[in-house]
């Protein structure tokens, strides 16, 4: 999120309507939504774009089955999503549809220039073609099949069909190398970086030049001078990224130059190899800079499945806010759904995360400091002139969470960002008890007040910082501190040097969150979760609570501090986890380890904690264990965990957030 640059360009991917958005639509929408907010309040000029993608096969066949023209099926869809959108308060600046006037004429026009300096041909083309995903599928991308069998799409996982025509090519292998040297001198692309080296890989085993229109169906855009072919939609809808903010338009240019190159695309991961190949060939054969970072994330899946239109397992986000409330959700998929991979959709967490995280460790302390200081009198807070040392760190630790939640934005690092906030909400918690208020009013009323006015200072971070997430509820969060929501202040700047001493005025106010019965059967749940009759768990370190006052007794045997001293114990950051396939005990962490590096951890815990979960959190583990294998996988440490009969296997995680590596002794 750097303040060097003030403007902020961000994409979604544009839908094909042949339904209603569902929820795995509105991720991708509201991650664009949260960084445009998140830019915003770092105080910089934000276009969000997001819209519909409208032409080709895909959309005439499904219009034709309920016996509508294309556009009358298209535009029967558009209300859908702009209500969906709507209700989940995201702040498009634009919604483009690729059947608009300007962006044909702009696709014409590009097209043109691209014919004029040869770098689009024409020839004919036989190949399979997969009609779902409007693309064609070479023998070395399919899915193995038998010989002389139809071939099988990669993404889609269905059969393609041979298509024989005359069609224009655009010159990709002649990119091959320039997108090379972009890779190499770019290396932090495409997020997450396993993705950039997926792609790296495609295109050193050789591009071949790509079919960009089609004789066989008509709805698209008519190829300029050439009326029997239609754009092929990639070099249709990856465009919208630039017509949409004046490319073709002279008239526009000083737009186009404001907002282009674009800062952040953001995808699914099924669209990737589109975005990070041939885009960018695009971009290069018009002269144009290349976006600076593509965000790719994983798919919302149910039971295992990728949620999406046509397998009809989709979840439809209107009944969701009906049921959980739109931030609600705003935070459940901003913080459960790791970007870095699949998550499973479940009601279950949904409840989890209302009920414990923002209702008890969010909403009650806001509750309990508005209902002390009203209680006693102290509604209008002001600083001390001299700040203990306990409410002094309170503040230190309050500056390192607006420098980390900025490093972890710029990374596109969304859900990281709120879990870190969600430490530093823990800490104040922590913070609150140990000094006991309600207690301390009794005898020092300038301390009270001054735990009152650490309280407020942090929540207003907090609030400002939870904003993007949670526009309507933090809102209403600060207006109740006395300090409403600036949308004009660059908060990061503010906060990042800020000593507190603000004034707030309290008022308390309803229940930000309410806590959420169990509404669902939990729809996506296959084996059920028992953390009762959890008992032994392969390569778990079990810490068994002490019991003082026999210790000398219950001890078998002691060990002298020249053998703990051999333990390297640190704390790691989970930033990926996954199943391992055959195993119904494991999961595979990639653990930040900071100075240490990124490092595989095998868990016996998934019983315990299904891996979208542990996404984000800080644990504790062994580190200078010998490696070794498990079910074919390499574990480069240990993690540590505390069992308890009720609640099973619990992460030890510091109470505050630590530096990622940070040693514990
Ligand atoms: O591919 N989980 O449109 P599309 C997470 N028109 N994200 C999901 C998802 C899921 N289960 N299902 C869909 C197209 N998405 C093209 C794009 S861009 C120039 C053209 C999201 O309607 C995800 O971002 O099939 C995915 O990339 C996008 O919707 C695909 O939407």
Redesign the pocket.
Known sequence: MSNDCKKFYVT???????AAP????L??TLLADVAARYHKIAGQEVFFLTG??EHGQKIAQAAEKVGLHPKEFTDSFIESYKSVWSKYEIAYDYFIRTTDTAHIQAVQTWLQRLLDQGDIYKGSYQGWYCTP??SFVTEKDSIPVEQGQALVCPDCHRATGQVLESCYFFKLSAYQDRLLDFYENNPHFITPKERMAEIVNFVKSGLKDLSISRTTISWGIPFPGDDAHVTY??AD??N??ITAVGYGDDARADELAKWWPADLQ??????VR??AIY?PAFLMASGLAMPKKLLV?????VADQ????SLGN?VDPMQLAADYGVDEIRYYLTRK?AITQ?SEFKFEDIEQSINSELANAFGNLLNRMATLVVKNDATNLNAPAVWSQSSLELQNQCKALVLDVEQLVSDGMFYRAVARIWDYINLVNAYFHEHEPWKIVKHDRAQFLEIMSAAAHSLQVIGVLLWPVMPDKMEIMLVSLGCPFDRHKNYMKEFASMSWKNSFIIQQIATLFTKSEIKKEDIVQTTPIDHKHEQKVEQVAVVQESKPAAIENDQKEFIGIEDFAKLDLRIGTIVACEIVTGSDKLVKSQVDFGDLGMRQVLSGIRKAYSPENLVGKQALFVVNLKPRKMMGHDSQGMMLLALDEIAGLQLMSPVGHVKSGSKVG
């Open positions: 979604t991917p544009i839908y094909y309507v042949t569902h929820l795995g639509s991720y991708s519909t993608d995903c409007e939609v990639w809808a990856l919208n990224y953001i995808m699914g991961k099924d669209i589109f975005h885009w994330h994983g798919w919302i899946k990728k949620m999406s239109k989709a759904m699949d």
